[in-house]
């Protein structure tokens, strides 16, 4: 596995093997790897020839006050985790490899209305954040197959429309969410988290279900629904962000007339932000079946 730090050298070892007739993905991470990453380059190396791991921990993610200084950097622990799946490449560049003119000088990319939804209206500078970095690591790698989690949903519909709409040749592939056995999605957020605190964040997912349950059984609508789940999520002792459903497509609010919905949560365990998501597919007509 070679770890590659500059954007020179990456860009002149793809093309070698580009010229060879190679097929490249892409898993671009922020470091702190878990099983969750690690199905990412797992999938990544059954539909490509050459896997690349980004590790770069962006600081633009970061808004003032937020955990960036106490993110964890693992750079050494990741690169034993990649090459014990055979990724083959593993980018890690610094700050000013990526931002060499610095943050204040930097060219930006922003993606309307996706950005300005869910997470983005308490976190306003994030998708912009994820949006350029993201941009820009495509245009520097230049994978066949860009690969993300479906935990975070809503910067995979971001994703999927920046590369849509700026014409970037990669195909963006969804991968589904990795779970820890008692249900909670896991996230490098995750290791702030005492052992009562992990049991306690279990409930997201419970509460996600049982709405899941309540769409299903078209008892109830998605105002009641999400009454109900922010009053359970406060109960569980969550500080509730927002519990929404949209069109798992568009991220347009869900209607009675949408089939594949995406109820998408936030919710703080005292200062640790947790998202998680799941989706329902409705039939048009008769019974209903989820995914």
């Known amino acids: ?43 990544g190396k059954s539909i490509s020839d050459i896997t690349v791991a ?20 693992t750079l050494e622990t990741d690169c034993s985790k990649l090459e014990a799946v055979r990724c083959d490449i593993v980018f890690a560049p610094s700050v000013k490899e990526i931002y060499p003119l ?11 209305f996706l950005s300005e939804q869910f997470c983005g209206k308490t976190r306003p500078h994030f998708f912009s954040a994820i949006a350029t970095v993201v941009t820009k690591l495509l245009n520097i790698v230049q994978p066949d197959f860009s690969l993300f989690g479906e935990k975070d949903f809503q910067q995979l ?5 920046l590369v849509e709409t700026l014409n970037i040749p990669t195909q963006v592939i969804g991968v589904p969410t990795i779970r820890d056995d008692s249900g909670l999605a896991l996230s490098s957020r995750n290791g702030y988290l005492n052992d009562a605190e992990r049991e306690q964040a279990s409930h997201l997912y419970q509460v996600l279900l049982n709405a899941k349950r309540k769409i299903l059984e078209r008892s109830s609508t998605y105002s009641t629904i999400e009454s109900e789940s922010i009053e ?18 568009t991220l347009e609010p869900a209607s009675d007339a949408t089939t594949d919905i995406v109820i998408l949560c936030a919710a703080y365990l005292d200062s640790v932000r947790l998202i998680d998501n799941i989706v329902v597919s409705k039939e048009k007509t008769g019974a209903s079946t989820a995914i």
């Open 102 to 112: 610095g943050l204040d000088y930097q060219a930006t990319v922003d993606v309307p």
């Open 232 to 249: 359970a999520l406060t109960r569980f002792g969550f500080k509730p962000d927002y519990f929404s459903f949209a069109d798992a497509l």
């Open 1 to 43: 596995m070679d770890v590659i730090h500059t954007i020179s050298e990456l860009r002149t070892h793809l093309k070698r093997e580009r010229d060879n007739g190679k097929s490249i993905s892409f898993i671009s991470t922020m470091g702190a790897l878990h099983a969750g990453h690690i199905s990412l380059v797992e999938h």
């Open 54 to 73: 980004g590790i770069f921990l962006n600081p633009s993610h970061f808004a003032e006050g937020e955990d960036y200084d106490k993110y964890p950097r």
């Open 157 to 161: 519909a971001v994703c999927r429309r």
